[in-house]
């Protein structure tokens, strides 16, 4: 037994009338349930079920255990905190499971707790978005526990545990008893074939409308995931991507073909361009080879030339040595009276350099000369100096000993004693005075301040009360007045509005009960009846930042609690769409906007909140016929005619029928009236006015009284002031006499030790002085030595030039002579130099070919290294040619190829581009075609195994489809759509609920939410006995059914989900009919809730409850 807590929500599991098992009890916050444990039994049930069957649950063999749970089966619910829970314990049975109980007592949250506690996403609920949302309101967490039915070769059952975190909205999970993660949670789902996510196993509430509204395609796979083996699943996924590969490459291919074909046309477009740039091509080659073979030309030709000059240079050289060896006797003359002269031009030279270094000497000299007359001066300068300086000090030395004297004598002359206690009580008593006068001087100006900010307060005051009187003879002004009143924060934020409209970008509006107003006074109440109070009171931007810009002041500086919209959309967008004869034909006399002026973009905005475009005003009432004609249409939502106002509400999920109507009375409006002016009011004012003035008459007589006593105050401080500068300058003298009497000693220690400073410092001047005469001596010494030297270089210098003169008249002598022995010899001379020019020439000719051909040689080089092929080729065209020769041939060419005409200058490069291109494509589509080839075999293979399953799977399923609406004298069936695209594979429902229609399709338009219902309970009761997940949730599917349809489903359900070996069922009511079929394999899950709820669970037990009402039943 499980323990039991006090709470105020029970549930209860009931197998049969004849139960006198105890049911466990959990708790909840409001309405307490009564639980059952799973393994209570009836004193008359059949002994436990212990069995193997097959084609069951999971797809796969399944062992069920004694109490008949298969694998994965939920033996135990409980939760801590969790939605309206404060703590509850669920113990279903192992087939059926049917929760009962009142709307909103928390069947729904028996499913929350399954889905969330199993490790699913709130999405596939329907609801919440966030799991923190399912947290028991004023609660920090929630816990939810889940225990699992153990497969056979699990040791014990699985326990799963996770709590949810409501601030940190996250989940911490347990799996028995150990910490864990939620993939390990739902790889464990997986192993289970638990799929909350599929809507065929496991249908919330709040999900009931998307299965008649899934696809057929999402049918069919929702359908495999809920009654088919795994494998079938995996072939559909295959066929489906081979599918898409096929599509793939079969869209590539076609594509590639048709470009192939698209090229393969162009290629035959371009053939004569192509030959004619291949023409070119060749006469372009022929040209290169041509100009390769230039160099080669150009290397044979600068060889030939190199060895020719040689040639000549050599034969040259041999004439020259003839005639030097013919003409040696007469030369010789010349030769020796040549070197005579050579070596007299070497005399000069060098005595020249002589001269030279004299010169420089004698410039050293003179340079020391300069030196000297400037350390002369420089030297007396100092003396002067020296002097000045030892004069000033012999002066400075008299005045330190008259001041030694003057102190001597101020020594002996004692001044008046100094009591420096007695003058600084006398200033202190002064200050303190001072202070004092001080402080109430402050303490009058704090009271000036105090006036005048009350002053200005008043002033204020008064002008406000002034405008607000003056207010009172407008309708604004009213209007402000009345906002001021009930809404201060508006009126607040209003008039920093006004003060502030220039820092937005485009204007910003106030409330619409100030800016608006009604054209037509008779239909104020209807508009306003239309708006809410924050519809009068909004401000309005025009744009986003303007928006942030306002919120900000309104919200964050001024701490406003007002109400701020944007509009970013014209008001020509909300214009009326129907005309005026249209709304008079339907008994309304005009849209509310019609009626309403201000600015366009606050009707905008109020378009754009309240729908005033679509909503109609009218003084009388309209007739019924129009009001029918009015909802059925789709124009106008709300309209206010006489004193009520109408608003229309359309479901279009349920159909064109779907329409709900609210109304209520028309109450007299608070703006955009005529009120007239309150006298009482009026007076009310002034009688403040003249309160306000009252005292502002009164504050501004104290502030004359306090300027008086200021007044008072600074003529005190001044005779203050003036006896305390008297008492600080007495002090001050008495206080320096006495100071310098003191420091006489002192002054006088100093005085001596300058005097013997300065007496010492007068000697050092003296001795300088003695020191800067030796140094002038010195001086004139080094001049004088200097002098000296000059003058001894200047008789070098005449010598030097002496000699130098002699020697220079002997090299004009040898020169004359050589010259006329050349004159002698003049013709044999210039034979020589002939010869030896012709060597020369000859020689730099043979130099400059032997260049040429070098760098030919390097270009036949790389030439060759580049393709050592065309070696013959460009051999043979140079051969016994020379480089005009080539150069001719390639102009020629040249010429030839300018001759040929061609449209398209790159025809031949996309003519081999393109070749390349089709060879390319043509590959690709033969490897396209093998991979097609391939693919169809491996579908078709695929295929041959999928479809004949499938085929078997759906006819099972459409037969227990059709026999379960034969049961109700409908008729149902379930079709395969077979498509070539593997994705567009799907499920048709198809349903037929009267005898005169013929099968229609399962649809949300289609059918009523009844018939939806029935279909989809019939559906999923279908795939019962095939069904792959352990359990099976239906939450509240009745809905909208009939009570016979409900009392025949019910049948139906329970013989399916009763039957042996088949998955467990939940299904979640919140109502139920008497008399309906029970089986011992079902269990009922009661809720009971209310006010009356004993605290202790223990005390509401429906089985005992059965129990008493037997034995009396009996007894009577």
Same mark, same amino acid.
């Given at each position: 037994?499980?323990?039991?807590?006090?709470?105020?929500?029970?549930?209860?599991?009931?197998?049969?009338?004849?139960?006198?098992?105890?049911?466990?009890?959990?708790?909840?916050?409001?309405?307490?349930? $009564?639980?059952?444990?799973?393994?209570?039994?009836?004193?008359?049930?059949?002994?436990?079920?212990?069995?193997?069957?097959?084609?069951?649950?999971?797809?796969? *063999?399944?062992?069920?255990?004694?109490?008949?749970?298969?694998?994965?089966?939920?033996?135990?619910?409980?939760?801590?905190?969790?939605?309206?829970?404060?703590?509850?314990?669920?113990?279903?049975?192992?087939?059926?499971?049917?929760?009962?109980?009142?709307?909103?007592?928390?069947?729904?949250?028996?499913?929350?707790?399954?889905?969330?506690?199993?490790?699913?996403?709130?999405?596939?609920?329907?609801?919440?978005?966030?799991?923190?949302?399912?947290?028991?309101?004023?609660?920090?967490?929630?816990?939810?526990?889940?225990? !699992?039915?153990?497969?056979?070769?699990?040791?014990?059952?699985?326990?799963?545990?996770?709590?949810?975190?409501?601030?940190?909205?996250?989940?911490?999970?347990?799996?028995?008893?150990?910490?864990?993660?939620?993939?390990?949670?739902?790889?464990?789902?997986?192993?289970?074939?638990?799929?909350?996510?599929?809507?065929?196993?496991?249908?919330?509430?709040?999900?009931?409308?998307?299965?008649?509204?899934?696809?057929?395609?999402?049918?069919?796979?929702?359908?495999?995931?809920?009654?088919?083996?795994?494998?079938?699943?995996?072939?559909?996924?295959?066929?489906?991507?081979?599918?898409?590969?096929?599509?793939?490459?079969?869209?590539?291919?076609?594509?590639?073909?048709?470009?192939?074909?698209?090229?393969?046309?162009?290629?035959?477009?371009?053939?004569?361009?192509?030959?004619?740039?291949?023409?070119?091509?060749?006469?372009?080659?022929?040209?290169?080879?041509?100009?390769?073979?230039?160099?080669?030309?150009?290397?044979?030709?600068?060889?030939?030339?190199?060895?020719?000059?040689?040639?000549?240079?050599?034969?040259?050289?041999?004439?020259?040595?003839?005639?030097?060896?013919?003409?040696?006797?007469?030369?010789?003359?010349?030769?020796?009276?040549?070197?005579?002269?050579?070596?007299?031009?070497?005399?000069?030279?060098?005595?020249?350099?002589?001269?030279?270094?004299?010169?420089?000497?004698?410039?050293?000299?003179?340079?020391?000369?300069?030196?000297?007359?400037?350390?002369?001066?420089?030297?007396?300068?100092?003396?002067?100096?020296?002097?000045?300086?030892?004069?000033?000090?012999?002066?400075?030395?008299?005045?330190?000993?008259?001041?030694?004297?003057?102190?001597?004598?101020?020594?002996?002359?004692?001044?008046?004693?100094?009591?420096?206690?007695?003058?600084?009580?006398?200033?202190?008593?002064?200050?303190?005075?001072?202070?004092?006068?001080?402080?109430?001087?402050?303490?009058?100006?704090?009271?000036?301040?105090?006036?005048?900010?009350?002053? #200005?307060?008043?002033?204020?005051?008064?002008?406000?009360?002034?405008?607000?009187?003056?207010?009172?003879?407008?309708?604004?002004?009213?209007?402000?007045?009345?906002?001021?009143?009930?809404?201060?924060?508006?009126?607040?934020?209003?008039?920093?509005?006004?003060?502030?409209?220039?820092?937005?970008?485009?204007?910003?509006?106030?409330?619409?009960?100030?800016?608006?107003?009604?054209?037509?006074?008779?239909?104020?109440?209807?508009?306003?009846?239309?708006?809410?109070?924050?519809?009068?009171?909004?401000?309005?931007?025009?744009?986003?930042?303007?928006?942030?810009?306002?919120?900000?002041?309104?919200?964050?500086?001024?701490?406003?609690?007002?109400?701020?919209? =944007?509009?970013?959309?014209? !008001?020509?967008?909300?214009?009326?769409?129907? =005309?005026?004869?249209?709304?008079?034909?339907?008994?309304? @006399?005009?849209?509310?906007?019609?009626?309403?002026?201000?600015?366009?973009?606050?009707?905008?905005?109020?378009?754009?909140?309240?729908?005033?475009?679509?909503?109609?005003?009218?003084?009388?009432?309209?007739?019924?016929?129009?009001?029918?004609?009015?909802?059925?249409?789709?124009?106008?939502?709300?309209?206010?005619?006489?004193?009520?106002?109408?608003?229309?509400?359309?479901? %279009?999920?349920?159909?064109?029928?779907?329409?709900?109507?609210?109304?209520?009375?028309?109450?007299?409006?608070?703006?955009?009236?005529?009120?007239?002016?309150?006298?009482?009011?009026?007076?009310?004012?002034?009688?403040?006015?003249?309160?306000?003035?009252?005292?502002?008459?009164?504050?501004?007589?104290?502030?004359?009284?306090?300027?008086?006593?200021?007044?008072?105050?600074?003529?005190?401080?001044?005779?203050?002031?003036?006896? $305390?500068?008297?008492?600080?300058?007495?002090?001050?003298?008495?206080?320096?006499?006495?100071?310098?009497?003191?420091?006489?000693?002192?002054?006088?220690?100093?005085?001596?030790?300058?005097?013997?400073?300065?007496?010492?410092?007068?000697?050092?001047?003296?001795?300088?002085?003695?020191?800067? =005469?030796?140094?002038?001596?010195?001086?004139?010494?080094?001049?004088?030595?200097?002098? !000296?030297?000059?003058?001894?270089?200047?008789?070098?210098?005449?010598?030097?030039? @002496?000699?130098?003169?002699?020697?220079?008249?002997?090299?004009?002598?040898?020169?004359?002579?050589?010259?006329?022995?050349?004159?002698?010899?003049?013709?044999?001379?210039?034979?020589?130099?002939?010869?030896?020019?012709?060597?020369?020439?000859?020689?730099?000719?043979?130099?400059?070919?032997?260049?040429?051909?070098?760098?030919?040689?390097? %270009?036949?080089?790389?030439?060759?290294?580049?393709?050592?092929?065309?070696?013959?080729?460009?051999? =043979?065209?140079?051969?016994?040619?020379?480089?005009?020769?080539?150069?001719?041939?390639?102009?020629?060419?040249?010429?030839?190829?300018?001759?040929?005409?061609?449209?398209?200058?790159?025809?031949?490069?996309?003519?081999?581009?393109?070749?390349?291109?089709?060879?390319?494509?043509?590959?690709?589509?033969?490897?396209?075609?093998?991979?097609?080839?391939?693919?169809?075999?491996?579908? *078709?293979?695929?295929?041959?195994?999928?479809?004949?399953?499938?085929?078997?799977?759906?006819? %099972?399923?459409?037969?227990?489809?059709?026999?379960?609406?034969?049961?109700?004298?409908?008729?149902?069936?379930?079709?395969?759509?077979?498509?070539?695209?593997?994705?567009?594979?799907?499920?048709?429902?198809?349903?037929?609920?009267?005898?005169?229609?013929?099968?229609?399709?399962?649809?949300?338009?289609?059918?009523?939410?009844?018939?939806?219902?029935?279909?989809?309970?019939?559906?999923?009761?279908?795939?019962?006995?095939?069904?792959?997940?352990?359990?099976?949730?239906? @939450?509240?599917?009745?809905?909208?059914?009939?009570?016979?349809?409900?009392?025949?489903?019910?049948?139906?359900?329970?013989?399916?989900?009763?039957?042996?070996?088949?998955?467990?069922?939940?299904?979640?009511?919140?109502?139920?009919?008497?008399? !309906?079929?029970?089986?011992?394999?079902?269990?009922?899950?009661?809720?009971?809730?209310?006010? #009356?709820?004993?605290?202790?669970?223990?005390?509401?037990?429906?089985?005992?409850?059965?129990?008493? #009402?037997?034995?009396?039943?009996?007894?009577?």
């Amino acid at each position: 037994m499980s323990s039991r807590l006090p709470g105020r929500r029970r549930r209860r599991g009931l197998e049969d009338d004849d139960s006198d098992a105890r049911s466990d009890a959990s708790e909840g916050p409001k309405r307490p349930r $009564l639980g059952r444990r799973a393994n209570d039994s009836d004193d008359d049930q059949k002994p436990p079920r212990n069995g193997v069957h097959t084609n069951g649950v999971n797809g796969t *063999t399944s062992r069920l255990d004694q109490d008949g749970f298969s694998p994965g089966a939920i033996r135990r619910v409980k939760v801590e905190n969790f939605v309206t829970y404060e703590m509850a314990e669920f113990f279903p049975g192992p087939n059926l499971n049917m929760v009962i109980g009142p709307n909103g007592t928390g069947k729904s949250s028996l499913v929350c707790a399954i889905c969330l506690g199993l490790g699913f996403s709130p999405k596939h609920l329907g609801r919440a978005g966030n799991v923190k949302e399912f947290v028991k309101h004023g609660k920090s967490s929630a816990v939810i526990e889940i225990e !699992l039915q153990r497969r056979p070769e699990d040791r014990s059952h699985h326990v799963i545990r996770v709590q949810i975190d409501r601030e940190r909205n996250s989940q911490k999970w347990w799996l028995n008893g150990k910490d864990t993660t939620h993939k390990t949670i739902q790889v464990l789902m997986r192993d289970l074939k638990i799929q909350v996510d599929n809507l065929c196993q496991f249908l919330p509430q709040d999900r009931v409308v998307e299965f008649a509204s899934a696809t057929p395609v999402d049918l069919l796979h929702e359908t495999l995931r809920a009654a088919a083996p795994q494998e079938m699943l995996d072939w559909q996924k295959s066929l489906q991507d081979l599918h898409k590969d096929q599509k793939e490459l079969q869209r590539g291919s076609d594509s590639a073909g048709d470009h192939l074909k698209q090229l393969e046309e162009r290629q035959s477009d371009m053939q004569q361009d192509v030959d004619r740039l291949r023409e070119i091509e060749e006469a372009q080659q022929y040209i290169a080879d041509l100009t390769d073979a230039r160099a080669v030309a150009d290397y044979l030709e600068s060889k030939a030339l190199y060895k020719e000059k040689k040639k000549l240079e050599r034969l040259a050289q041999k004439n020259l040595q003839k005639l030097e060896q013919e003409a040696a006797p007469s030369l010789q003359a010349v030769n020796q009276k040549q070197e005579y002269h050579e070596k007299v031009v070497t005399v000069v030279r060098k005595r020249k350099d002589v001269l030279r270094r004299t010169e420089a000497a004698a410039d050293a000299a003179l340079n020391r000369i300069e030196d000297a007359d400037e350390q002369i001066k420089t030297v007396e300068a100092n003396m002067e100096t020296n002097r000045k300086g030892f004069e000033a000090k012999k002066q400075e030395l008299g005045k330190i000993r008259s001041k030694i004297g003057a102190l001597e004598n101020q020594k002996k002359n004692k001044p008046p004693e100094f009591n420096p206690q007695e003058h600084n009580t006398q200033i202190r008593e002064k200050e303190h005075q001072l202070r004092e006068l001080e402080a109430e001087q402050r303490q009058a100006e704090g009271k000036i301040r105090e006036i005048k900010e009350q002053g #200005h307060a008043k002033i204020q005051a008064k002008n406000t009360l002034i405008r607000e009187l003056e207010g009172l003879d407008s309708q604004q002004g009213q209007v402000i007045n009345f906002i001021q009143k009930k809404w201060p924060d508006v009126a607040k934020g209003y008039l920093w509005l006004q003060e502030n409209a220039n820092m937005f970008e485009k204007e910003v509006f106030g409330p619409p009960a100030l800016c608006c107003s009604v054209k037509d006074d008779r239909y104020s109440d209807q508009i306003q009846a239309l708006l809410h109070n924050d519809d009068f009171l909004c401000f309005t931007a025009q744009t986003r930042d303007d928006h942030k810009k306002l919120s900000h002041h309104l919200y964050k500086e001024l701490s406003l609690s007002v109400n701020v919209r =944007s509009i970013l959309r014209p !008001l020509d967008d909300f214009r009326p769409r129907m =005309s005026r004869d249209e709304l008079n034909a339907l008994g309304i @006399d005009a849209f509310a906007l019609d009626m309403l002026a201000g600015p366009e973009p606050v009707l905008a905005m109020l378009c754009n909140e309240k729908k005033l475009n679509a909503a109609g005003i009218a003084l009388n009432d309209v007739s019924d016929a129009q009001y029918e004609r009015i909802a059925q249409g789709e124009v106008i939502n709300s309209w206010a005619t006489g004193r009520q106002l109408y608003r229309v509400s359309r479901r %279009k999920d349920l159909g064109p029928g779907a329409v709900s109507t609210m109304t209520r009375g028309i109450q007299q409006g608070m703006f955009w009236t005529d009120q007239p002016v309150d006298e009482a009011e009026k007076n009310e004012i002034r009688r403040k006015i003249s309160e306000v003035e009252a005292e502002w008459d009164i504050l501004k007589a104290k502030n004359t009284e306090v300027r008086e006593q200021m007044a008072g105050f600074t003529n005190s401080k001044k005779e203050i002031n003036d006896d $305390l500068k008297t008492l600080r300058e007495r002090k001050n003298e008495l206080q320096k006499a006495h100071n310098a009497y003191q420091a006489i000693p002192v002054k006088l220690d100093t005085e001596k030790r300058a005097l013997d400073q300065k007496r010492s410092e007068v000697e050092e001047a003296r001795a300088a002085n003695a020191q800067l =005469s030796f140094d002038l001596d010195n001086a004139h010494v080094d001049k004088a030595k200097a002098t !000296l030297q000059h003058h001894a270089a200047i008789v070098a210098i005449r010598t030097a030039q @002496d000699v130098l003169l002699e020697a220079q008249i002997r090299e004009i002598e040898a020169r004359s002579d050589v010259q006329g022995l050349k004159a002698r010899n003049t013709e044999l001379v210039q034979m020589l130099e002939e010869e030896k020019h012709n060597i020369a020439s000859f020689s730099e000719e043979s130099q400059r070919a032997r260049r040429r051909a070098e760098e030919a040689q390097s %270009k036949v080089i790389e030439i060759f290294a580049r393709d050592e092929t065309r070696k013959d080729l460009l051999e =043979s065209l140079a051969k016994d040619r020379t480089v005009e020769d080539i150069d001719n041939d390639i102009v020629a060419k040249q010429g030839s190829i300018e001759l040929i005409q061609v449209a398209n200058p790159g025809a031949l490069r996309e003519f081999e581009k393109r070749a390349r291109e089709i060879e390319k494509l043509r590959s690709k589509m033969e490897s396209s075609t093998a991979k097609l080839d391939h693919l169809n075999r491996q579908i *078709t293979k695929i295929r041959e195994k999928w479809e004949p399953k499938l085929d078997e799977l759906v006819g %099972k399923i459409s037969d227990a489809f059709s026999y379960n609406f034969e049961q109700i004298n409908c008729a149902g069936e379930i079709r395969i759509h077979k498509d070539e695209d593997f994705d567009q594979w799907a499920l048709d429902i198809m349903v037929k609920f009267r005898e005169n229609e013929t099968l229609q399709q399962l649809n949300q338009h289609r059918q009523s939410g009844g018939e939806r219902a029935v279909s989809t309970i019939f559906y999923l009761m279908a795939l019962q006995s095939m069904a792959q997940s352990p359990f099976r949730v239906v @939450d509240e599917i009745n809905q909208g059914m009939d009570p016979r349809n409900e009392r025949m489903v019910h049948e139906r359900m329970v013989e399916i989900a009763c039957r042996e070996h088949t998955s467990q069922y939940f299904l979640i009511t919140p109502k139920l009919l008497t008399g !309906l079929r029970y089986d011992p394999r079902m269990r009922v899950l009661c809720i009971a809730s209310g006010t #009356h709820m004993p605290k202790d669970g223990k005390k509401l037990d429906f089985a005992r409850c059965l129990k008493i #009402h037997k034995r009396i039943a009996a007894g009577g």
